[in-house]
């Protein structure tokens, strides 16, 4: 069973979660793996536009042949409005939900989203390592923080993205002449693992495998949700 630590209560105002981020990025570890990595999950969330429910879903993948293991999803309502660089408060709690349902426990954890790339350090990843205590990295297909070069146009290529003279995340080419993911390390890894996890995770897409198909099943939630016929 895939279990979490209980950080902190979710009930909180929007400066209240700021002041949270500014003591919990303190307890983030960034640092290299030691054991091997046999599982990856991949993390995301769906919103109706204009709605609170939120569509939050898991799926984990064994690393060497990116076979679908497990498969957790949950329709469930989100508290905390939206607010850039707050998301994980608004987010997190579904996902919760869904990692409590799984049976396999993932050894390592892609988040759609942000890790150290992140106004404060603390993106979705990394606030939900903490929560997980599992080795977690964000890849966001936009950037939130962070200037950088552009990569070489060939797949594998990186820069690094830096925000106030940290370096946070890496701008990451994961398709000839595509436009490339954002990667940063979250929580219990380093950013050459990320950038490798998520280089091995290739199933043709400029979206790695984990989160592109936590991205299809939470699609799917909401397909069904809409029309419970089909």
């Not at 892609?110 to 997980?132: E, V």
């Not at 205590?133 to 070489?152: I, R």
């Not at 146009?153 to 830096?162: A, D, I, L, Y």
Request: charge should be neutral.
């Amino acid at each position: 069973m895939a279990n979490y630590t209980h950080l902190h209560d979710w009930n909180l105002t929007p400066s209240e979660a700021v002041a949270l981020q500014q003591t919990l990025r303190y307890s983030i570890r960034i640092e290299q793996p030691v054991a091997p990595f046999r599982t990856i999950a991949g993390c995301d969330i769906s919103f109706n536009k204009f709605e609170e429910t939120v569509y939050a879903g898991i799926v984990v993948l064994r690393l060497d042949t990116l076979e679908t293991i497990e498969e957790s999803g949950v329709v469930s309502r989100a508290t905390f409005p939206y607010i850039p660089g707050l998301l994980s408060f608004r987010e997190i709690p579904a996902l919760l939900e869904a990692w409590a349902n799984l049976e396999t426990d993932p050894d390592v954890v892609m988040f759609d989203g942000h890790g150290t790339a992140h106004p404060r350090r603390i993106g979705i990843a990394s606030h939900g390592g903490l929560w997980l205590n599992k080795p977690a990295f964000g890849c966001g297909k936009s950037v939130l923080v962070g200037k950088f070069d552009q990569p070489a146009p060939e797949q594998g290529n990186w820069t690094p993205m830096r925000h106030y003279g940290d370096v946070v995340g890496a701008a990451l080419r994961t398709k000839n002449k595509v436009t490339p993911v954002y990667v940063s390390p979250g929580h219990l890894i380093d950013l050459q693992t990320t950038i490798a996890l998520t280089l091995q995770c290739d199933g043709g897409y400029r979206i790695p495998e984990p989160t592109r198909r936590a991205h299809l099943l939470v699609n799917n939630l909401r397909k069904a949700a809409k029309d419970p016929q089909t």
